[in-house]
């Protein structure tokens, strides 16, 4: 199949080109979504082996994710596997994604890191626990760690949805509009790798994102 890895990032110089490098030599198409950033985040991603695309300001990891999905439909790819730029993902777990797409075939596989949360800071165990519950509710089926932006999805989801939000709840709605779609969430174990990176995510402002998103999720 074909396959490219997208990466949305946002002021992630220090960290971007590791991180590419090494999905680099896994799969050959590596997209990185530049958002706005403030630093040369794009430029290192260049350096490293990535193609960069560039928001001129800063939009939202959602708005940036779906710039890779229309690149990816537009270059007609079969599925993609998004990653985070900060190094938190390990590259070395794609192979388990494409091992489980050979079986299902279709659909959004997880990376779930809830097999292991020993080192996971507790305000990420509260946040992920109660969106993941949530949203396994609205899905009718469960979602085991809808927090995790490490994933892969096939082409044939990013045709049938249409993605409305901009942010971190971006990854709950697809979840969520793909469930009501009918394709089916599968999750694969990931290691969980925290280092001296600083989340983006704002618990209370982003928690808020989310809920807004559920409720209107009911009516869809």
């Excluded at 260049?46 to 990816?72: E, P, R």
């Excluded at 992920?128 to 760690?145: C, E, G, M, P």
């Excluded at 939000?165 to 999750?187: H, M, N, P, V, Y």
Aim: proline share 2%; aromatic share 8%.
């Amino acid at each position: 199949m074909k396959i490219c890895i997208i990466i949305p990032g946002y002021n992630e110089s220090k960290m971007i080109g590791q991180v590419v490098m090494k999905a680099y030599q896994i799969i050959n198409d590596v997209i990185v979504i530049d958002d706005g950033s403030k630093d040369n985040t794009a430029q290192v991603a260049q350096d490293s082996g990535a193609i960069v695309i560039k928001h001129d300001l800063n939009k939202g990891k959602g708005a940036a994710l779906k710039t890779g999905f229309d690149y990816a439909i537009k270059n007609e790819y079969d599925a993609v596997i998004t990653m985070d730029s900060d190094g938190q993902h390990d590259p070395d777990d794609i192979q388990g994604f494409i091992n489980t797409l050979d079986r299902v075939k279709s659909g959004i596989i997880i990376g779930s890191r809830m097999s292991d949360i020993s080192t996971m800071p507790a305000i990420r165990k509260f946040t992920n626990k109660l969106t993941s519950f949530l949203s396994s509710i609205v899905a009718r089926q469960k979602i085991d760690d809808s927090q995790s932006g490490y994933r892969l999805i096939t082409i044939d989801v990013l045709k049938s949805v249409k993605l409305e939000t901009d942010r971190f709840e971006t990854e709950s709605e697809i979840l969520i509009k793909a469930s009501k779609a009918g394709f089916k969430i599968s999750s694969v174990p990931i290691k969980t790798i925290y280092g001296e990176e600083k989340s983006k995510i704002n618990p209370m402002k982003d928690t808020y994102r989310f809920i807004r998103l559920f409720f209107r999720s009911l009516r869809w």
